[in-house]
T-cell receptor, first 114, second 110 residues
Framework: DGGITQSPKYLFRKEGQNVTLSCEQN?????MYWYRQDPGQGLRLIYY???????QKGDIAEGYSVSREKKESFPLTVTSAQKNPTAFYLC?????????????FGPGTRLLVL | EDQVTQSPEALRLQEGESSSLNCSYT??????LFWYRQDPGKGPEFLFT???AGEEKEKERLKATLTKKESFLHITAPKPEDSATYLC???????????FGTGTSLTVIP
């Protein structure tokens, strides 16, 4: 089955700890995205990548980092600099990254701070 | 300022009671208007993409329409399994990004 997988489903972070969220897609899409979802707010873009080895900051990139070494994978690291990391994190992908293209989402990872 | 606004925030319907959800957008250079369904604790599920005013798309009990300023998601004779949050988003050439609304939480009561 083609789709987007995210792991883990739940993740717990301790103070001062970096954590990495996984996102993998087998849709052969060039573009991948990371969003953050908080209650009562629309999805906010953290980072996006339109091609391997290239990525761009979104609206709320501070405290986050990404890599895009393979077309299928776009991991997100939440660093200790992100002071309010508790949220639902969503990964998405689209064909070429054109803004008229549909973005397809993964099942999400909920990050909680201990 | 580019933005997407959804109303109402929450909607409760009796099973079989048809209604519409509204998505108003002020997105310059709109490339596409997207509707998603999101169940609690899950990722958004794609429903429709609309590209130009006057366009309509249907899927089961749902029909999405688009004007130059708004999009509507019409729900005909809803069932309890239609209960979810419905998200609207616009892709902007000018702003070079997607703009998401905050969603409408729909509850369909048996």
């Amino acid at each position: 089955d083609g789709g987007i997988t995210q792991s883990p489903k739940y993740l717990f972070r301790k103070e001062g700890q970096n954590v990495t969220l996984s996102c993998e897609q087998n849709l052969n899409h060039d573009a991948m995205y990371w969003y953050r979802q908080d209650p009562g707010q629309g999805l906010r873009l953290i980072y996006y990548s339109q091609i391997v080895n290239d990525f761009q900051k979104g609206d709320i990139a501070e405290g986050y980092s990404v890599s895009r070494e393979k077309k299928e994978s776009f991991p997100l690291t939440v660093t200790s600099a992100q002071k309010n990391p508790t949220a639902f994190y969503l990964c998405a992908s689209s064909g070429r990254g054109d803004l008229g293209e549909t973005q397809y989402f993964g099942p999400g990872t909920r990050l909680l701070v201990l | 300022e580019d933005q997407v606004t959804q109303s109402p925030e929450a909607l409760r319907l009796q099973e079989g009671e048809s209604s519409s959800l509204n998505c108003s957008y002020t997105v310059s250079g709109l490339r596409g208007l997207f509707w998603y369904r999101q169940d609690p604790g899950k990722g958004p599920e794609f429903l429709f993409t609309l590209y130009s005013a006057g366009e309509e798309k249907e899927k089961e009990r749902l029909k999405a329409t688009l004007t130059k300023k708004e999009s509507f998601l019409h729900i005909t004779a809803p069932k309890p399994e239609d209960s979810a949050t419905y998200l609207c988003a616009g892709g902007s050439n000018t702003g070079n990004q997607f703009y998401f609304g905050t969603g409408t939480s729909l509850t369909v009561i048996p």
